[in-house]
């Protein structure tokens, strides 16, 4: 298996698209803040410099996350496909075959036609050309620098409301849960600071992703609480939202989000899972850590999702499995009880 690793310079990421005439910029499917946030600052970055760029959201799309577009400025793949006449695709946030459907196929036709940025330690060969560096904390603090390359000024056109600047600021913000992770380093609030510089408006953004929950949410919530059971002496936990807690509370995936970091309000959680099944048979897993209050090692979630197929940062990651959500719960507990009685 070909190792995951940067396989040029970011110049030659720029030269590539100086190249290329039309563009297709992807990210993973059910684009997040940072994935999101990457599609519409490179796309836009390109339109500036004249190239057709064509930006695509993939799957279903929170609509929170969709309204930092303008009307039209995105494709939703798979209603639309990239053009036949692209002749360059910019893979943003991931590099996982399994993460890109349907986009994938499509994918496989450009090979050697892929360049990519990420910033997560797992990934395949989709891009040919690719810039993967691990230390930033999000995937548009890496493509920050691209632009840099390229020489685009972050707010063209002089208005900080859907800018550059703001879907810069967008992945680096929620990728970094506001600044309190750890990730939260120097370079991101220097960053950070040159965002804000050029009017990004922090608190419209924080309203807009994370203060616009349906009343839905709280039924949704209150079932996950409900389901709550303590792992490893009670430093772990694991939560679940089953199909019919979807149909009968009228919420949808949309609208549980972030609730896996609920339960890291508590002093000696280190490790929260919760498991949403949003159609029969399909169970898909968030997994949070946070380091020990004891000074012992953080339970590195990326390598624990890996068990599933599974992947992202040490202190956030996921997965999905092919399976009903009592049994992927099953498959969950056992393996934190592996986690916390490890064999001799």
């Given amino acids: 298996m070909t190792k995951y690793e940067s396989t040029c310079e970011m110049r030659t990421i720029a030269d590539r698209l100086r190249s290329a005439n039309r563009i297709a910029v992807i990210s993973h499917a059910k684009p997040d803040g940072d994935a999101a946030g990457s599609i519409l600052a490179a796309a836009r970055a390109l339109r500036s410099m004249g190239k ?3 930006g695509f959201f993939t799957g279903v799309v929170d609509p929170n996350i969709h309204a930092l577009a303008l009307p039209g400025e995105v494709l939703i793949a798979p209603a639309s496909l990239p053009d036949p006449e692209t002749d360059l695709a910019l893979l943003l946030d991931t590099g996982s075959w399994s993460q890109v459907e349907p986009l994938d196929v499509w994918l496989k036709s450009m090979a050697g036609r892929v360049v990519g940025l990420d910033h997560h330690a797992r990934g395949d060969g989709i891009a040919s050309d690719r810039v993967v560096d691990c230390s930033m904390a999000s995937c548009t603090q890496l493509l920050a620098q691209l632009i840099d390359e390229l020489g685009v000024p972050f707010v063209v056109a002089g208005s ?3 800018s550059i600047a703001e ?3 967008v992945g680096l913000a ?3 849960g506001w ?4 990730s939260a380093d120097a370079a991101v609030f ?3 600071s040159r965002l804000l510089s050029l009017g990004v408006h922090k608190v419209a953004l924080v309203q807009l992703l994370d203060e616009n929950g349906r009343p839905v949410r709280l039924a949704a919530m209150a079932r996950a609480l409900s389901s709550l059971t303590f792992h490893m002496n009670g430093r772990a936990t694991v939560m679940s939202i089953s199909h019919l807690d979807f149909a009968q509370t009228g919420a949808n995936s949309d609208d549980v989000g972030g609730i896996v970091n609920i339960p890291l309000a508590i002093g000696s959680i280190v490790l929260s899972a ?3 099944e949003t159609q029969p048979g399909i169970t898909k897993i968030s997994f949070r850590s946070k380091p020990d209050s004891t000074g012992a090692p953080c339970v590195n979630v990326s390598e624990f999702a890996s068990q599933f ?3 992202g940062h040490a202190l956030a990651a996921g997965a999905k499995i092919k399976a009903p959500i009592s049994d992927a719960r099953a498959a969950i507990h056992a393996a934190i009880s592996a986690l916390a009685e490890p064999s001799k």
Avoid: E, N
């Fill in 179 to 182: 600044f309190r992770y750890q």
């Fill in 167 to 169: 879907a810069l600021f």
């Fill in 160 to 162: 900080p409301r859907f």
């Fill in 174 to 176: 929620t990728d970094t």
């Fill in 52 to 54: 057709r760029a064509d």
């Fill in 274 to 276: 919760v498991l949403t």
């Fill in 309 to 311: 197929g599974g992947g």
């Fill in 190 to 192: 220097k960053l950070a």
